[in-house]
């Protein structure tokens, strides 16, 4: 028989009937998901049991944490950042999908008891509640470490103020530490009660090369110091502040004579013709550089010799220091004596009335003639030659305040012959104003 020879097919035939079960590289990607798929359905089927491990970076202290501080307890000291190695056993399907993070290592806190160094062991759970549901029959167990060491005590809080040592600081020679102040100037301390009852202060220390001569600041660290005043390091205390912004207030200081300043005066009077003593005749103060170098006597007393003076009579004078001084002496007032032995006092009736600065838009017309009963002290040569005339009563508009119509206005005594004569006393003259 005689066979046909058949044609071969066309290139685009045999292009068309290859299919992607002749690509190699897609044969080795189905092939590895059976092997996946099929050993997910063994482990799912026939091994659901497995086991992990897992390594926690931390404690969790706080968990159960009312086991303790129902006793009235805290933890003073405990490990920090460790990380503990668990082990997690059962269903491969939550044990596959478990993180670390989803993990929880506490301390058991049932064995404590009360204060002191406990060692505890440690214990694991599932924290993460979407695997709360399946966690039954998940066991875990801390590999390592297996225990862990706390600290138990009472803890309080104690507050106590700073005080500042100075006893490392020189002061110049006429300079004064006359403040130092601190910021904080209190501090919390807060530990266990058996290390605070053995705190009685907080001290901060102040030390400076050469001596000092103007206020200063510096930082200083805080120190904690028993009942002798030696320095502790109690190991479960701690501040709120480890250190304080000290400034030291440094005076110089000076004794300065006192002087008065007589007011009331007439116009050209010389107080240094007045015969006077004070109790204190100079004062020691203090105050900041600047002021108390630029001082050459203090006028801490005001006199009105207008109104006060008298004969035979001592004047206790309050002392009233400039602002930034204070007194090192507990000096508060003084008393003042006149030597009256050679002045005399004579009365007169003043006719002789001057008007000055005159206001511009009102008329002044002084309607009284004399001012009656001026009474005038000095030396008894000067107030023996002295005449009414001699007297001027003077009526200074200037800073008056004065409206149309009859008005008493005050006048001060003036005496142009003599710079040792004054007046004592208030008066005035009736006036008759008229608006221009």
Request: proline content about 6%.
């Amino acid at each position: 028989m005689i066979r046909k020879k058949s044609n071969p097919p066309e290139p685009d035939q045999a292009i068309k009937k290859r299919s992607l079960m002749d690509n190699k590289l897609f044969l080795l990607v189905i092939s590895l998901l059976c092997a996946i798929i099929s050993w997910s359905i063994v482990t799912l089927t026939f091994d659901p049991e497995g086991d992990r491990e897992f390594t926690v970076s931390e404690i969790n202290y706080s968990y159960n944490s009312n086991l303790y501080t129902a006793m009235g307890l805290d933890i003073v000291d405990a490990p920090q950042n460790t990380s503990v190695r668990v082990k997690v056993e059962g269903s491969g399907t939550v044990i596959g999908q478990l993180s670390a993070s989803d993990l929880m290592v506490y301390p058991n806190y049932s064995t404590v008891t009360g204060s002191g160094e406990q060692t505890l062991t440690l214990q694991a759970r599932i924290a993460n509640s979407q695997f709360a549901n399946n966690a039954s029959n998940i066991v875990l167990t801390v590999l390592t470490p297996t225990q862990v060491t706390v600290v138990f005590d009472r803890v309080s809080e104690k507050t106590l103020p700073v005080t500042i040592e100075t006893s490392g600081l020189r002061i110049a020679e006429d300079y004064m530490l006359y403040r130092s102040s601190a910021v904080p100037a209190e501090v919390t301390i807060t530990g266990p009660q058996s290390e605070l009852d053995s705190i009685a202060s907080v001290v901060a220390p102040v030390a400076m090369d050469g001596e000092l001569s103007d206020s200063t600041s510096q930082t200083a660290a805080l120190e904690l110091r028993d009942e002798g005043g030696n320095v502790i390091t109690p190991e479960y205390t701690s501040m709120d502040s480890e250190s304080a912004n000290v400034t030291l207030t440094v005076y110089q200081v000076r004794e300065l004579p006192l002087a008065i300043d007589f007011i009331n005066t007439p116009t050209n009077f010389d107080t240094s013709s007045l015969d006077y003593t004070l109790s204190q005749e100079t004062m020691l103060v203090a105050g900041p550089t600047r002021t108390v170098s630029a001082l050459s006597e203090l006028s801490v007393i005001s006199f009105d010799l207008g109104q006060q003076f008298a004969f035979d009579r001592d004047y206790q004078l309050p002392v009233e220091l400039p602002g930034g001084l204070v007194a090192l002496d507990d000096t508060t007032s003084v008393t003042l004596s006149f030597d009256t032995s050679g002045m005399s006092a004579v009365t007169l009736n003043v006719p002789n009335i001057q008007t000055i600065n005159m206001p511009s838009n009102y008329d002044i017309e002084v309607m009284t003639e004399r001012v009656p009963h001026v009474t005038l002290y000095g030396p008894q040569d000067e107030i023996a030659q002295l005449s009414p005339e001699s007297v001027v009563a003077q009526l200074d508009c200037q800073n008056l305040q004065i409206a149309a119509g009859q008005q008493t206005l005050p006048v001060t005594i003036q005496i142009p012959s003599s710079s040792r004569v004054f007046a004592v006393g208030s008066y005035s003259v009736l006036c008759q104003i008229t608006a221009r």
